[in-house]
């Protein structure tokens, strides 16, 4: 056998070697397709940049996915397909703020939106030529029952529960290119859905279309969804003034110069109208807040009565060159910033370094001093309202995620709010913060958390949700008749004086 014979050998034997192995990532194959580069750079960054990147898939499982991709990806020509191969792996890490970031490239597709409740699936919004079938239970989606077809596509949501999962497949259902990788596709390209409505059966098959004018039912009345961050009302006939948040970010801003102006504004509106009227409740809706700047919680409590010490978050991160990139700073600059955060010395180190934030205890800090580490002097020259000394009562959801569900965890373990609603689609100790980048090929643009945030009271976890206080079932007959079952319920609880105290720390 002639030398250039044997070398051709031990090259396909590598090679080989290289797709069955299952504990050690090679990813020096001389030859990479610009997928299999892609993935490898995802996932490179994902060990380098995480605190805790096999907290939900073990190193040597977290292996055995990444080799098994890069086999898959050896034939992959379609960047749609492989956009939804990294969805696959990022749900499998347990972390929502962790995979690939909404990327439009998919200019097409199915014009309905479902929900879940406890008795199934159902159509929320469809288009409009479908109108009369909005409140149908779905019975089974291109031949598969409906359940056992949502199941199997929820591998293609990131998240850290199941509540999150069913809030956001519908999204995933709606473009084709996910259907075709889990072989959940109809030869036809078209949707089938099975529905019944009323003693009825009927056959619906949506094509895929560029636009849609969708038709739903909302709530009725002071709950009704408002595509605003927030917007608050005073009821006194009610003795409750509600405000609705729906996102932790700012309303453009009249004074540019200073951050969160308007939000200022708002409260100390807020506030006076509440003293004003002697108003007792204050109800705020988080139901549809996925999240945002977490300081906007902690500016809306420094307008409340708080006890002298609150407990607080603790925080494990991770250094990287990543997060030197994002935060455009060098590594003495970074490690001054966390020596003055932890009020301790850091050893040094080299990157990749997770530096753990881990007390004896509970973690406690002045009220005081909680408030100025968060918001600092923001809002020091706006003269501010007496603070609010009634009750706080906070709705959650299957929407309720990321910095809305710290706000509602700080509030629930401190015992400062009671939680009305349903669990919500996050942790309340989970990883976040995240640090952006885009692969180098493609182009998709992803996120790395780089902090993990474990709850005041973190004798509660390990916990896949926020639990509310008072936890209310939703029936979709309720809900397709524009009746809010959570608002009616807080309002009764009120009124009859049956609210819980919060459980105190």
């Known amino acids: 056998m002639n030398i250039k014979l044997c070398c051709l050998l031990m090259i396909g034997l590598l090679f080989i070697g290289f797709l069955n192995a299952i504990t050690e990532v090679v990813a020096d194959v001389p030859v990479l397709n610009i997928f299999q580069e892609d993935f490898d750079y995802f996932q490179k960054t994902l060990r380098e940049s995480h605190p805790d990147i096999y907290n939900n898939l073990p190193e040597p499982e977290f292996n055995q996915q990444v080799n098994l991709i890069l086999k898959e990806l050896a034939t992959e020509t379609d960047t749609l397909h492989f956009l939804a191969k990294l969805k696959q792996f990022s749900h499998c890490l347990g972390d929502a703020h962790s995979g690939p970031f909404y990327y439009k490239e998919e200019t097409l597709f199915y014009p309905i939106i479902v929900c879940w ?70 030869e036809d390209k078209a949707l089938h859905l099975v529905v019944e409505k009323g003693e009825e059966k009927k056959e619906l098959i949506l094509k895929e279309v560029e636009r849609c004018n969708y038709i739903n039912v ?139 934030q881990v007390d004896e205890g509970i973690r406690w800090i002045t009220t005081e001093g909680y408030i100025n580490q968060q918001i600092g002097t923001l809002g020091q020259n706006l003269i501010m309202p007496p603070l609010f000394e009634g009750r706080i009562i906070l709705l959650t959801g299957y929407g309720t995620f ?15 709010a009671t939680l009305y609603g349903t669990p919500t689609g996050g942790k309340p100790s989970c990883f976040g913060d995240i640090l952006s980048f885009a692969l180098p090929n493609t182009g998709i643009p992803c996120g790395v958390s780089h902090k993990y945030f474990r709850r005041p009271d973190y004798t509660r976890d390990p916990s896949d ?41």
Do not use: H
Not at 402 to 416: H, P
Not at 479 to 503: C, H, L, M
């Open 117 to 186: 409740f406890e008795e199934g699936w159902y159509i929320s919004y469809i288009s409009k030529e479908f109108a009369e079938y909005v409140g149908s239970k779905i019975v089974s989606i291109n031949g598969k029952e409906a359940d056992e077809f949502m199941s199997i596509l929820m591998t293609l949501c990131k998240g850290e529960n199941i509540y999150w999962f069913r809030e956001t497949v519908s999204d995933v259902l709606r473009y084709s290119s996910n259907l075709k990788l889990l072989d959940l596709a109809a």
């Open 218 to 356: 909302p709530f009725k009345g002071i709950t009704q969804y408002q595509n605003v961050p927030y917007w608050g009302k005073a009821l006194p006939s009610n003795d409750i003034y509600y405000l609705q948040f729906n996102e932790f970010r700012d309303t453009t801003s009249d004074n540019p110069e200073e951050e969160f102006y308007n939000w200022n504004s708002f409260l100390i509106q807020s506030f006076n109208c509440i003293d004003s009227l002697k108003i007792n409740n204050l109800v705020i809706d988080l139901r549809n807040n996925s999240g945002g700047n977490s300081k906007m919680g902690d500016i809306l409590l420094s307008f409340c009565k708080l006890p002298d010490s609150l407990a607080t978050f603790t925080c494990d991160v991770c250094i990287s060159e990543l997060m030197l990139k994002n935060y455009n700073k060098d590594l003495e600059e970074v490690k001054k910033m966390l020596e003055e955060d932890l009020n301790r010395e850091i050893e040094d180190f080299t990157m990749p370094y997770v530096i753990k």
């Open 402 to 416: 990321s910095s809305a569900v710290m706000f509602a965890t700080i509030c629930q373990d401190n015992g400062l």
């Open 465 to 505: 949700s926020l639990y509310p206080d008072v936890w209310i079932k939703i029936t979709p007959e309720d809900y397709f008749s524009g009746k809010d079952t959570v608002w009616e319920k807080v309002r009764e609880d009120i009124q009859n004086k049956a609210v819980p105290e919060p459980r105190e720390l």
